[in-house]
């Protein structure tokens, strides 16, 4: 499965990389490699610099001695893939019901206002943005992934402060911006029920329906 025959692409893995895609391919059955597509796009892509080109796919189907055209399918499907340049920073601002319920919109008025048009780079080479879908942190809404980490329950000023402080070369806070510990709830006087008043409320809970 694995050639190290050079292709007609400019890109390769360096040594480093073609050991760690390497190492992705060993978690698959034999025969099965091919499974390991998105990894490899994924370390092409930070080999170069955020983003997929013709080559770097043709290099990476390539490697995994399969028409290019499969691993193209790949790279356009999923939006964590990268097909034109992207910022030092690249935002992932997730559009999603419960991210846009809960303010989603104003994020992306500010990093319109800030950066300019989705997939715009700014002159400097230091930011990016693109809306995407669900990132799979609902409950922490809403969220934004910059490159590897997220950060969540932002508003639109915690969002200028990152904005801010990137600008600055200052460090960013990931996780949640209502100093939540992962998701645990936002309410102090939540509390959680003992397994007897869990048996009361369920004994008096009302049956849907019309009347009921
Ligand atoms: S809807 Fe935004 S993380 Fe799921």
């Keep these: 499965m694995i050639s190290?025959?050079?292709?007609?692409?400019?890109?390769?893995?360096?040594?480093?990389n073609k050991t760690l895609?390497?190492?992705?391919l060993?978690?698959?059955?034999?025969?099965?490699e091919v499974s390991a597509i998105i990894s490899l796009l994924w370390i092409a892509q930070k080999q170069n610099g955020g983003w997929l080109t013709n080559d770097v796919i043709e290099h990476v189907a390539?490697?995994?001695?399969?028409?290019k055209i499969r691993a193209m399918e790949i790279a356009t499907f999923y939006t964590m893939f990268n097909l034109s340049p992207v910022g030092k920073y690249h935002f992932q601002m997730c559009g999603t019901t419960p991210c846009m319920l809960s303010g989603s919109d104003e994020l992306k008025e500010v990093l319109s206002k800030k950066i300019g048009p989705q997939s715009t780079v700014t002159d400097d080479n230091l930011l990016s943005w693109i809306e995407v879908e669900c990132l799979g942190a609902c409950c922490n809404a809403p969220v934004i992934q910059i490159n590897d980490d997220y950060y969540e329950d932002l508003d639109s000023s915690d969002l200028e402060e990152i904005l801010d402080n990137i600008k600055k070369s200052k460090s960013i806070k990931s996780g949640s911006y209502k100093k939540r510990i992962a998701s645990e709830p936002l309410d102090q006087n939540l509390k959680m029920l003992n397994e007897e008043q869990i048996s009361i409320l369920v004994k008096n809970r009302k049956k849907p329906g019309i009347g009921n």
């Design 21 to 24: 895609a390497k190492k992705e």
């Design 4 to 16: 190290e025959k050079n292709n007609n692409s400019e890109f390769s893995f360096s040594s480093e």
């Design 62 to 67: 390539f490697f995994l001695e399969i028409p």
């Design 26 to 32: 060993r978690k698959y059955p034999k025969g099965r």
